[in-house]
């Protein structure tokens, strides 16, 4: 038996990238179909809630068979897990951007707009996080994870406070940055629920409302 052609002719190192090629073409494969089935979680976790959300519906979501699904994840939880755990990732990257130490300096209208409009952003862009925050049967590993960078966003916070108001002592900054935080919250609670130039109208109320709370801490703290 002879050696095809193409054999003899081509170079061990070509042999050697050819087969590594198939394991990163399978891997890529298996990457997007992983982004895919998140993409179509996040969507079901929406219009159906965590706790009546099912791994059927997220197949048929994705346009995938359950068998499919199950190649990459066990059950709904561990589903639960890799989409909580990508938009974490986006949450630390989005409030490393709104909390960043140079907005702490800005006007006090630029500094809110600086920090509340990356916020804002990454909730109306992620619809599916507020529903795993808050969801009653939401995996603990995911309240855990939350809770952890809900204190890191408080940290955050009175460091900035502390930067505009140096000499508020540190229970008070505790408790401004808490207040500040809770106002953002509910607030944002009122934007999530409309849509259009309604949505834009309580992003509005929102900044006037963080505006006046702040506004006389700050004036108190200036030079006469």
Not at 194 to 212: F, P, Q, S, W
Request: proline share 6%; with cysteine.
């Amino acid at each position: 038996m002879t050696v095809p052609e193409k054999q003899q002719t081509e170079e061990p190192s070509e042999r050697r990238q050819r087969a590594e090629e198939k394991p990163r073409r399978r891997q890529a494969r298996g990457e997007r179909r992983v982004a895919q089935l998140l993409e179509a979680a996040a969507s079901v976790f929406c219009r159906a809630g965590y706790t009546a959300a099912s791994t059927n519906a997220i197949a048929r979501e994705a346009g995938v068979s359950p068998g499919t699904l199950y190649q990459f994840f066990p059950n709904k939880e561990a589903i639960a897990v890799g989409l909580s755990d990508q938009l974490l990732d986006h949450w630390a990257r989005s409030h490393g951007q709104a909390l960043a130490r140079e907005n702490a300096g800005l006007p006090l209208d630029r500094m809110l707009d600086a920090v509340l409009d990356p916020l804002i952003a990454f909730n109306v862009e992620n619809p599916a996080f507020a529903v795993l925050m808050h969801g009653a049967d939401t995996p603990g590993v995911i309240v855990e994870e939350i809770g952890t960078l809900h204190g890191a966003l408080l940290t955050r916070v009175e460091e900035m406070i502390a930067t505009r108001l140096p000499g508020l002592p540190a229970d008070g900054r505790t408790r401004t940055a808490n207040m500040a935080v809770h106002l953002f919250k509910a607030g944002l609670t009122l934007v999530m629920s409309h849509e259009g130039a309604e949505r834009d109208a309580y992003i509005a109320e929102l900044k006037t409302v963080m505006h006046r709370y702040l506004e006389p801490l700050l004036d108190s703290a200036s030079p006469a």
